[in-house]
């Protein structure tokens, strides 16, 4: 918030608003937004940790504020970096261009885990295999953003940006009349809008849309149906849906309808037991032959996993290069292949500096954050490297922005990062915002929410 | 050579079953090695669902079954006339790149005892193809074909160990060794006219495709005969493994018991 002492302009709207506010005030207005958020049923149940599966992410109450300048370069690079990600899919999934320029190594395309045999030669409607593209990024300076990772299969947390926003306008109405503050809340439209855009060949009329869920269980459960309400689609389980003939049905008290578009929200592997995994419940049998021949779409396509591994990730300003000619704007962090035997010697004697990722993992789950561990949690994870060292990739610690968070003791800056979320279909569309999440333990660099993590509302000011 | 082809699948559930949803590899692809005349796949009482050919070159059919129903036929009649390519794949359309197939799974795993039989087999060959076929000769020394000590899920590591097992477990050994060496290796399931003598007798059969840089091209190997195809085989579909490359794949919704009858008649038509 502060430059040189100085109130940063995007902030300005917020220093008196902080000022006037009495501790108690805080306090009431904190326990207010926890029983909103514990009413409306948000919550996030976090894996393999145990104990409140229906525990609250906490919320900080404190904006984090770009302004519009700074916002429409963000979104240039964001935009671009879709494009790019998805032009690469369709590139990899078809005559592979860019590996036979030899702009990336074969190897890690094709023998990839995340690399689908079964979608090789079909190009998905528009050609987007990735239709919402979660990017997260952080600030190092005040141009400099870097992009520590994309998620092209299933990005979650989008329920955040726009619940939080409500909650906000709800708690503190008077600060949406001073400040121009750019809505959110097109993001359930634009999405049924970009998800009907890329109905199948074989769709001559107005698209049903449907998400499909794992079912309650699911962390992100919650999520799912409040996008479903929001967007007016049906939410349907494996169990409701049926292939008969060159369609995919849907159970409904009426009879049989078909589903043109399909929202899935689980994994590849689990989508239809005939072509991936046989045990799987969760998907539908014959849901690939009838995606492969033009009877369903399915958001995000089968495959797309590709484009959001960490190893591939090194390659993504080359993509941008290649596919768009045009230069990166948005930054790569600095990545260290562990399975390049130079790379892994300079990783191995530099772990109390980087940040040490599994090639595969996601949501903070196997991670080393160098700086912050014990010897003896460095020397675990040191062994684990050298066990399998083309699992891991390693990372400088960046010099992260923080933001004003309310703490105990008033305000104190703690770490962000920022996950906006495109949409492409026929358009490519980004609403002016998105999760803002919070290290909120001091000095902290790991801001998942399964590993104490906070939420922020996200503030996009108009010029 | 012309071969007629007769496949007959009978499904039997010994409770009625609301619904079958089958996913086919039962079309053969032309190319050099063989021509399709006429080829029909009927499934009794079915829909026929979405068909396109695949990355891999193969041609995939859906078909669903509305139940209740206790019993489904699938039957593959076909005349095809077939040329001996000593198992190069030639004009096969595919768009799947090789390294794709250097990809592991369950039943395809090298275990060391696989790596060894693949290092000790490969000592002193020439070149790439001249591996395979000692690949080939080393899988086919090691695993004895001996129905009915093996089954469906058996996995290569497990069928060396046993020292014997039928084609589906030489095509996966084949793979695991050509893999542990960088090959490329693959699956294909298919027919086989069985002629004179006393080899394997397998009409639904199953081998494995080796890339060959060289050649830039696949080249087929079958350990249970010890022979690249020939004029004798037709070539169905590839995969991974068995259960990736499989002709029918499928489910029943239902809680019926599901009983499998199969036939497959291959003969040569006199000219």
Not at chain 1, 152 to 168: A, D, F, K, Q
Not at chain 1, 190 to 200: G, K, M
Not at chain 1, 224 to 230: G, N
């Amino acid at each position: 918030m502060y430059d040189d002492g100085q109130v940063r302009p995007p902030y300005a709207g917020l220093e008196a608003w902080t000022n006037t506010m009495p501790a108690e005030l805080r306090h009431l207005k904190q326990a207010e937004a926890e029983a909103l958020f514990r009413r409306i049923g948000i919550t996030f149940a976090v894996y393999g940790e145990g104990g409140d599966p229906d525990r609250l992410i906490p919320f900080d109450m404190f904006p984090r504020v770009f302004t519009g300048a700074e916002w429409a370069r963000l979104e240039r690079g964001i935009k671009q970096r879709a494009r790019a990600l998805n032009a690469f899919l369709v590139d990899v999934y078809g005559r592979g261009e860019i590996v036979r320029a030899g702009r990336i190594p074969a190897h890690l395309v094709y023998r990839n885990d995340a690399y689908e045999k079964a979608v090789v030669g079909f190009t998905p409607p528009r050609g987007v295999y990735s239709h919402i593209v979660g990017i997260d990024l952080v600030r190092t300076g005040p141009d400099q953003f870097y992009v520590l990772e994309d998620n092209c299969r299933t990005p979650s947390g989008v329920s955040y940006m726009l619940e939080n926003r409500e909650i906000m306008m709800r708690m503190f109405p008077g600060l949406f009349r001073e400040n121009p503050i750019q809505p959110v809340d097109r993001y359930p439209e634009l999405l049924r809008r970009t998800l009907a855009s890329v109905a199948p060949m074989k769709c001559d009329r107005d698209p049903t849309v449907a998400i499909l869920t794992p079912g309650h269980f699911n962390s992100a459960y919650y999520e799912h149906s409040f996008l479903a309400d929001l967007m007016g689609v049906e939410l349907v389980e494996g169990q409701d849906l049926f292939v008969e003939g060159e369609f995919v049905w849907m159970r409904t008290t009426e009879g049989p309808k078909k589903v043109d578009v399909i929202y899935r929200r689980i994994d590849d592997a689990f989508l239809d037991p005939l072509c991936f995994r046989p045990d799987s419940t969760l998907g539908v049998p014959g849901l690939m032959d009838v995606y492969r021949s033009g009877g369903v779409t399915i958001a995000s396509a089968p495959g797309a996993g590709v484009a959001d591994d960490k190893a591939v990730y090194t390659y993504v300003p080359e993509m941008v290069r290649f596919y768009l000619g045009e230069e990166p704007i948005l930054e790569n962090v600095p990545t260290w292949q562990c399975s390049r035997a130079d790379e892994l010697k300079y990783v191995l004697e530099n772990l109390h500096d980087l940040v040490v990722k599994e090639v595969h993992g996601s949501g903070g789950y196997g991670m080393l954050v160098g700086p912050c561990s014990t010897k003896q949690q460095i020397a675990a994870f040191r062994a684990k490297i050298e066990e399998n060292p083309g699992n891991y990739i390693a990372q400088p610690t960046l010099a992260l922005s923080t933001c004003p968070t309310f703490v105990e003791q008033g305000i104190a800056p703690r770490h962000v990062d920022l996950r906006p979320y495109c949409l492409m279909g026929e358009r490519i569309e980004l609403v002016p915002g998105g999760l803002t999440r919070v290290a909120l333990t001091e000095g902290s660099l790991v801001v998942n929410s399964s590993q104490g993590g906070g939420v922020k509302d996200t503030w996009v000011l108009a010029e | 050579m012309i071969l007629t082809v007769t496949h007959r699948t009978l499904y039997r559930y010994d409770a009625p079953v609301r619904g079958v949803v089958q996913s086919h590899r039962l079309t053969p692809a032309a190319f050099e090695g063989q021509q399709p005349r006429d080829w029909r796949v009927t499934v009794s009482g079915s829909v026929i669902g979405g068909g396109f050919r695949d990355g891999a070159g193969d041609w995939v059919q859906a078909h669903t079954v509305q139940g209740p129903v206790s019993e489904i036929e699938v039957l593959v009649e076909g005349v095809i006339e077939t040329v001996d390519t000593a198992g190069v794949l030639r004009g096969h359309k595919e768009v799947v790149a090789p390294p794709v197939y250097l990809r592991k799974t369950a039943p395809t795993r090298p275990d060391g005892a696989l790596r060894a039989l693949a290092q000790k087999a490969v000592a002193g060959a020439e070149d790439p193809l001249d591996q395979a076929h000692r690949l080939m000769a080393g899988v086919a020394d090691a695993i004895a074909y001996r129905p009915g000590q093996t089954d469906a899920g058996t996995t290569a590591a497990e069928a060396l160990a046993l020292g014997a097992g039928v084609c589906q477990d030489h095509a996966h050994a084949l793979i695991a060794c050509a893999c542990s060496l960088g090959l490329p290796a693959r699956y294909v399931s298919g027919y086989l006219m069985v002629g004179e003598g006393d080899g394997p007798n397998e009409a639904a059969h199953a081998w494995a495709e080796i890339w060959i840089e060289g050649l830039s091209a696949w080249v087929g190997f079958d350990a249970a005969n010890r022979c690249c195809p020939n004029a004798q085989y037709i070539r169905l579909g590839s995969g991974f493994d068995a259960q990736d490359a499989a002709p029918i794949r499928g489910t029943a919704r239902g809680t019926g018991e599901e009983n499998l009858d199969v036939t497959v008649a291959i003969a040569a038509v006199q000219q």
